[in-house]
């Protein structure tokens, strides 16, 4: 099984950041998240106070990845997790489409190479979060 990630949401930390600041802040989500954007390093402390178990600041987002894997491995993935979406592009080719949430609940647990694909997919998209990740699960 291989996994490509081919596009995902630029700024994903932000609208994260803007998620869990829109909670707690009067403020409009348009004004939070461009005051975010000039401001990386307050993203950075707000994302790593991230609960991930209130999973819903991090269903703002979208990934997608080319999977390389047998009809009966995507099934498996699908049938482990509801909230993937899978589309065949060709024999023994998958886009797959998620969210961070999805992305975060689904590696819970889970060990083996896809996981690792999925962990690196967090890396390359919320570095912060990922660091979150590792701390809390090495």
């Known amino acids: 099984m291989k996994l490509d990630l081919i596009s995902y949401t630029p700024g994903v ?10 909670s707690t802040s009067g403020a409009k989500p348009s ?19 991230l609960e991930v178990q209130h999973g819903s600041i991090l269903e703002h987002n979208r990934l997608n990845w080319v999977l390389e894997a047998t009809e009966e491995d995507v099934l498996n993935i699908l049938l482990d997790c509801r909230f993937f979406n899978a589309t065949r592009l060709g024999e023994g080719s998958w886009l797959l489409s ?6 975060i609940d689904y590696i819970g647990e889970r060990k083996g190479a896809f996981v690792e694909a999925l962990m690196e997919s967090v890396r390359r998209t919320a570095p912060t979060l990922y660091g979150c990740l590792q701390r809390r699960h090495p």
């Open 98 to 103: 998620s969210n961070l949430r999805t992305v």
């Open 31 to 49: 004004t939070l998240f461009h005051r975010l954007k000039k401001n990386q390093g307050k993203v950075r402390q707000v994302v790593e106070r």
């Open 13 to 22: 930390e932000t609208l994260i950041a803007t998620a869990i600041l829109t």
